[in-house]
């Protein structure tokens, strides 16, 4: 529940983007550049205090990350001016940042072994139903609520500080631990078993992500604009047609190993892509929304199955740097296409820049069916095979090297 109040209040701001731009004048640069220093707070939250719940504990820090939220919430009840923006959604960075690593982290350390997928949905796609959620009750209160520009606001403040009780009385996973000077020092780490697999994992976050990043910062104007409707609730449920079929996508991915659901969820995604772009091209609503479910359907299995294989057979002290890493390539995925798309974006059509997301999109897919590869699976026992959906009997070392992507 923290985990989704977290996000859904990171995705409450995005339909109120229209009101800024019409009431104050934002341009599509400007808001692409509070999507970038969103994204750029969460990165640099990640690198310093990515492995900071293995000291100090999965309850203090969660509980951190919420106060910032909290904050970010209670500053973005006056924008009027894109500094004020900015500085909100930089303080919701920080925020999600701290809990992209110990909320989720907090996840997986209470997760049971069945069902196999619970751990990887859990944690990876609860960011996408809050963003749904918070994309959905922003739209329908600004189009149909009183105080448009500060009701989903307060009512986050509330489910934040909601989220903290509930957070201050459950046990924490991880005692207090020395070293926590130590861990603050900018690190990226991933188990060595693992790391044959981050090329592809790389290119799965990053081009999902940066499509995230794209239906916040640009979808707004082109839904308004390309697409001819000016209702916000529309806005909120283009946003959450990516996001909610993620997370329902994602318990899919369990019926086949981690290599398997990449390449599954990636052609997936590029279809939805090609659909979106040439709704974009046409102008037509219908299509759009389609495709964004193909494409969001397939994101939630491709990105599910990454995380699986990244968490297979981690300790408990691994989960948090590796959490940090997926969602430092996450937020890189997401800022650093929008900084240069934002540019663009002066000298560009919203079509064009939609056509190079839809591009990287169809590359990061063709390097993920030529490279996609499991997580090596000789040195762990039942309990972990089962969470990284693998078979609990492993294969003769003969046909696991023939057919290393085979599904369960």
Not at 88 to 98: E, K
Not at 232 to 250: D, N
Not at 251 to 259: D, E, I, K, T
Not at 271 to 294: E, K
Request: aromatic residues 6%; contains cysteine.
């Amino acid at each position: 529940m923290s985990l989704t109040t977290t996000f859904a209040a990171v995705g409450a701001t995005i339909p109120l983007f229209n009101i800024y731009r019409a009431q104050d004048g934002f341009t599509n640069a400007g808001i692409s550049v509070a999507v970038v220093a969103y994204s750029a707070a969460t990165i640099s939250t990640l690198l310093v205090l990515g492995r900071l719940s293995n000291h100090v504990g999965r309850r203090p820090a969660a509980l951190a990350s919420l106060g910032l939220l909290v904050l970010g919430c209670l500053m973005l009840l006056n924008v009027h001016h894109i500094g004020v923006l900015i500085a909100g959604r930089v303080l919701m960075g920080l925020g999600a940042g701290l809990a992209s690593s110990s909320l989720t982290a907090y996840i997986v350390d209470t997760a049971p072994i069945r069902p196999v997928w619970l751990a990887s949905v859990a944690s990876s796609q609860t960011v996408m139903l809050g963003l749904a959620i918070g994309a959905i009750a922003s739209g329908a209160l600004v189009q149909f609520g009183p105080w448009p520009r500060d009701l989903i606001y307060l009512i986050s403040v509330g489910l934040l500080l909601f989220s903290t009780v509930l957070i201050a009385i459950s046990p924490d996973t991880v005692p207090p631990t020395p070293g926590t000077g130590r861990s603050l020092k900018p690190t990226v780490h991933v188990p060595a078993r693992v790391r044959h697999l981050l090329a592809v994992t790389a290119a799965v976050l990053l081009s999902t992500w940066a499509t995230g990043a794209f239906y916040q910062a640009f979808v707004p104007a082109l839904v308004e604009d390309q697409l001819r409707t000016h209702s916000s609730l529309t806005l909120g449920l283009v946003f959450a047609a990516y996001m909610a079929p993620s997370a329902l996508g994602a318990p899919l991915s369990g019926r086949f190993a981690p290599a398997g659901a990449q390449r599954i969820g990636m052609a997936a995604f590029s279809a939805g892509w090609i659909g979106i772009t040439a709704a974009v091209a046409t102008g037509t609503l219908a299509l759009f929304v389609a495709a964004t479910i193909v494409a969001g359907a397939g994101q939630g299995i491709a990105i599910s199955g990454t995380t699986r294989g990244l968490l297979y057979a981690a300790s408990q002290q691994d989960r948090a740097p590796i959490f940090a890493v997926v969602y430092l390539l996450s937020y890189s995925g997401a800022t650093i296409p929008s900084l240069i798309a934002g540019q663009l974006s002066h000298t560009l059509p919203l079509q064009k820049i939609a056509l190079g997301y839809g591009a990287f999109a169809l590359v990061a897919t063709l390097l993920t069916v030529i490279a996609a590869r499991n997580p090596h699976t000789d040195t762990t026992g039942p309990g972990d095979r089962l969470r990284a959906g693998l078979p609990v009997h492993p294969r003769p070392p003969e046909r696991e090297r023939a057919a290393p992507d085979e599904p369960r």
